[in-house]
T-cell receptor
Framework: AQSVTQLDSHVSVSEGTPVLLRCNYS??????LFWYVQHPNKGLQLLLK??????LVKGINGFEAEFKKSETSFHLTKPSAHMSDAAEYFC????????????FGPGTRLSVLP | NAGVTQTPKFQVLKTGQSMTLQCAQD?????MSWYRQDPGMGLRLIHYSVGAGITDQGEVPNGYNVSRSTTEDFPLRLLSAAPSQTSVYFC???????????????FGPGTRLTVT
């Protein structure tokens, strides 16, 4: 069975400071991993995905995530937060077996203070 | 290419009423799914389909039915609405076959449902 833990339900940073959103996963097989962002009252947008190629994945809007198998982690980072980054962020895991579903973490709400 | 479309955007139902949430995609994706989103719980899978004629239950299927008669459409039916079904509902689709690469999901804009 697969599962995702997002260690912080809420993270607050000042504009211009680094962002770290933590994600740990559990999967029986080598998984695919994703980060999605949801702005208030909007749908979900893909930020980045891990495809078992490079372990450091670059996404849109300056976000990155590093896959660490030994730590079963896929933390999301950004060097400098912008006000427009304030949103809910979801870490998602999917196994490679046919028919395996996407499993969402509970989400981390990011606040960016001026 | 419209992606994933959902109708309606908003709906208010009375307890006991039934309705169908519509979902369609034009990307020829095999995999389609329905989620509900509730505060603090992320997205929870209701039902999913890996192709036309094939559906299965997810984590929270009670009170919902689905069918998949075509690749494009995947409607979600609420049989007898209850206040506990007040939520935001998202439909999503993706490729399924591994030879199409790593298959992220594409989401519709959501339907906000209130049951009174």
């Amino acid at each position: 069975a697969q599962s995702v833990t997002q260690l912080d339900s809420h993270v607050s940073v000042s504009e211009g400071t680094p962002v770290l959103l933590r994600c740990n996963y559990s999967s029986s097989y080598s998984p695919s991993l994703f980060w999605y962002v949801q702005h208030p009252n909007k749908g979900l947008q893909l930020l980045l995905k891990y495809t078992s190629a490079a372990t450091l994945v670059k996404g849109i809007n300056g976000f990155e995530a590093e896959f660490k198998k030994s730590e079963t982690s896929f933390h999301l980072t950004k060097p400098s937060a912008h006000m427009s980054d304030a949103a809910e962020y979801f870490c998602v895991v999917k196994g490679h077996n046919y028919g395996q579903n996407f499993v969402f973490g509970p989400g981390t709400r990011l606040s960016v203070l001026p | 290419n419209a992606g994933v479309t959902q109708t309606p955007k908003f709906q208010v139902l009375k307890t006991g009423q039934s309705m169908t949430l519509q979902c369609a995609q034009d990307m020829n994706h095999e995999y389609m799914s329905w989620y509900r989103q509730d505060p603090g719980m992320g997205l929870r899978l209701i039902h999913y389909s890996v192709g036309a004629g094939i559906t299965d239950q997810g984590e929270v299927p009670n009170g919902y039915n689905v069918s998949r008669s075509t690749t494009e459409d995947f409607p979600l039916r609420l049989l007898s609405a209850a206040p506990s079904q007040t939520s935001v509902y998202f439909c999503a689709s993706s490729y399924q076959a591994l030879d199409r690469g790593t298959y992220e999901q594409y989401f519709g804009p959501g339907t906000r449902l209130t049951v009174t």
